[in-house]
């Protein structure tokens, strides 16, 4: 009755639209009082789920993006991006990508990317002559990329959730990332030579040149967070205050676009998006100490290896059921409630953890782009202002080059773990 109650409540709330973090933590309540347990659990689960040092690291990276964004970091990057790739067919469209490859080593997450990239890139290819459902769903599809190429918040929350290095999983993410991205460029340009879309005369190295001497200081972020890591010298919640720090002088002293006026909004900001993530971490940890008391993970375990105990069956599955689960739910919460149950599934049958995690976040990362809660499909329609299915149905190629890149990333172990493994051993 009392876990009836739980999932019901939960699935009616999704359904209604009410925000997931309110959703969990009504069932969860709603579980409690019916089980006659007493709601002191609530905050003493919900404390122990943010109490976590790696998550630290949260509110710092999303501060480093958006001071970044805010001192027009985003203008810099899709410049470079321009003079790298705007001379080619359909070059608006290879630019959008790229700048959404250079955002990803920035952001940190696939909403972020396709406001910033999105509120640039959107309008520039329609006035370029580009339809708008292709310049929406394009931009969509390449926000994907975000949390995937390091730092990513959705891989901070998994190495917390599975004790595993958050180094090694920023550089399993690496090779997916670029993956996605030029996977995405490719097929762009068959369609843009195909449809004849525009491109741009070829500049000149020097326009090259400049271009990068521009954006080098907001590239040198990356270099920065993935060089701490990689040296050892500093954990990743260290890591995402030094960046922060950068960004605040970059933005105010050598880009100019930050004024300082404008850092108490963009702190404000910042808080607000980090409170609500680990909001949602916490209720979602009371659920899945519900669901774990109700033998949830086991049972679901029991039922994927009564089917089959294939390991390229049961990755085909796994897949299956977070593509699902991503048309529908938050990653943040889907990674939280599902992610420990899946992750004893996948080792039970030889799956290594930091190979399974990677495909598990790509996973809900194509999620956002899929109907009927593809957030980022929300917002790119917005910013193109036109309806969302004009975007899903330009989105289909793009759609199905992430998929391809998932399906490599999930049956070619040593996409994700040779990088992290070189650097830090097996």
Same mark, same amino acid.
């Given at each position: ?9 939960? /699935?009616?709330?999704l359904v209604a639209s009410v925000p997931v973090a309110v959703a969990l933590g009504l069932s969860s309540a709603?579980?409690? /009082?019916? =089980? ?5 659990? #609530? ?6 789920? #943010? ?6 690291? #949260?509110?710092?990276? $999303?501060?480093? &993006? ?21 001379? #080619?067919? !359909?070059? /608006? ?16 997450? %696939? ?12 309008? !520039? ?6 339809? %708008? ?10 926000? +994907?990329?975000? *949390? ?6 959705p891989m901070i929350i998994v190495g917390a959730l599975a004790g595993i290095s958050v180094g090694r999983m920023f550089l399993a993410g690496a090779v997916p990332g670029l ?6 460029? $490719? ?26 001497? &521009? ?9 920065? @967070?993935? &060089? ?6 500093? +954990? ?39 409170? !609500?993530? /680990? ?17 949830? *993970?086991?049972?679901? =375990? ?31 919460? =889907? ?8 992750? =004893? ?20 990362? $194509? !999620? ?14 917005? @910013? ?12 289909? *190629? ?29």
């Amino acid at each position: 009755m009392a876990l009836a109650a739980l999932l019901g409540l939960f /699935l009616l709330c999704l359904v209604a639209s009410v925000p997931v973090a309110v959703a969990l933590g009504l069932s969860s309540a709603a579980y409690l /009082l019916i =089980a006659g347990i007493p709601l002191v659990v #609530i905050p003493q689960k919900f404390y122990a789920g #943010i109490d976590v040092f790696v998550l630290l690291c #949260i509110p710092g990276f $999303i501060l480093a &993006g958006n001071l970044m964004n805010a001192g027009r970091i985003t203008e810099a990057i899709v410049g470079f991006a321009n003079a790298l790739v705007g001379w #080619i067919r !359909g070059g /608006l469209g290879l630019t959008n990508v790229a700048g959404s490859m250079l955002f990803a080593g920035i952001s940190g997450t %696939a909403v972020a990317d396709a406001a910033s990239i999105g509120a640039v890139m959107i309008p !520039g290819m329609k006035k370029s002559g580009y339809p %708008a459902g292709f310049a929406a769903a394009l931009t969509a599809a390449s926000s +994907t990329i975000g *949390p995937i190429i390091p730092p990513s918040v959705p891989m901070i929350i998994v190495g917390a959730l599975a004790g595993i290095s958050v180094g090694r999983m920023f550089l399993a993410g690496a090779v997916p990332g670029l993956l996605l991205g030029f996977g995405l460029m $490719i097929v762009c340009y068959q369609l843009a030579r195909r449809r004849g879309y525009p491109h741009q005369p070829w500049a000149g190295w020097r326009r090259l040149g400049r271009s990068f001497l &521009g954006a080098a200081w907001a590239l040198a972020m990356t270099a920065l @967070i993935i &060089g701490g890591l990689m040296s050892g010298k500093v +954990t990743p919640t260290e890591t995402s205050i030094v960046a922060s720090v950068y960004a605040f002088v970059v933005g105010v002293f050598i880009y100019r676009g930050l004024k300082l006026r404008d850092v108490p909004k963009v702190m404000i900001d910042s808080a607000i998006s980090s409170a !609500g993530i /680990l909001v949602l971490v916490g209720f979602a940890n009371v659920f899945g100490w519900i669901l774990a008391s109700e033998q949830i *993970p086991q049972m679901l =375990a029991h039922s994927v290896l009564a089917i089959t105990d294939n390991k390229y069956l049961v990755i085909l599955i796994i897949n299956l059921l977070l593509l699902f689960v991503g048309m529908f739910m938050e990653t943040i919460a =889907a990674l939280i409630i599902l992610f420990g149950p899946l992750l =004893a599934v996948a080792q039970s049958v030889g799956i290594d953890p930091v190979h399974f995690a990677t495909f598990a976040v790509l996973n809900l990362m $194509i !999620g956002l782009t899929t109907p009927p809660v593809g957030v980022c499909l929300f917002v790119c329609a917005n @910013i193109a202002k036109v309806p969302l299915g004009q975007v899903v149905r330009a989105l289909v *190629p793009f759609l199905l080059v992430n998929l391809f890149v998932l399906l490599l990333v999930s049956y070619v172990p040593a996409l994700s773990l040779w990088l992290p493994n070189l650097v830090f051993g097996k």
